[in-house]
């Protein structure tokens, strides 16, 4: 199983960025995937999920309707385009298999299994 995230980097506040998580080694296509973030010093957010086919998603309150998950199942490839970035969204993003449990009113429940090795935004001016 691996998975690679990549697209982070250094962008100025108010900027925008696409991250890419390759995957193989396993059916993509059957698994919920997530993306989750962890900033210096604090421990790990969970920022988005989207189901097995991609018409249902999730996110955090702190990224809702500034990010965007989707995915390609024929491509094998995880996606999550942010824009309008903050510098609070400075962290270190990890793109995760897990299923996904949805709860009223709350965020999903998320049963992780495989991570990759996380691709670093940096939001600075």
């Known amino acids: 199983v691996r998975l690679v995230e990549s697209g982070g980097g250094m962008v100025q506040p108010g900027g925008s960025l696409r991250l890419t998580c390759a995957t193989s080694?396993?059916?993509?296509?059957?698994?919920?995937m997530s993306w989750v973030r962890q900033a210096p010093g604090k421990g790990p957010e969970w920022v988005s999920a989207?189901?097995?086919?991609?018409?249902?998603?999730y996110y955090a309150d702190s990224v809702k309707g500034r990010f965007t998950i989707s995915r390609d199942n024929a491509k094998n490839t995880l996606y999550m385009q942010m824009n309008s970035l903050k510098p609070e969204d400075t962290a270190l993003y990890y793109c995760?298999?897990?299923?996904?449990?949805?709860?009223?009113?709350?965020?999903?429940?998320?049963?992780?299994?495989?991570w990759g090795q996380g691709t670093q935004v940096t939001v600075s001016s």
């Open positions: 995760a298999t897990g299923a996904i449990y949805p709860n009223r009113g709350v965020g999903p429940t998320i049963t992780y299994d495989y």
């Open positions: 080694g396993f059916t993509f296509s059957t698994y919920d």
């Open positions: 989207i189901n097995t086919g991609g018409g249902i998603t």
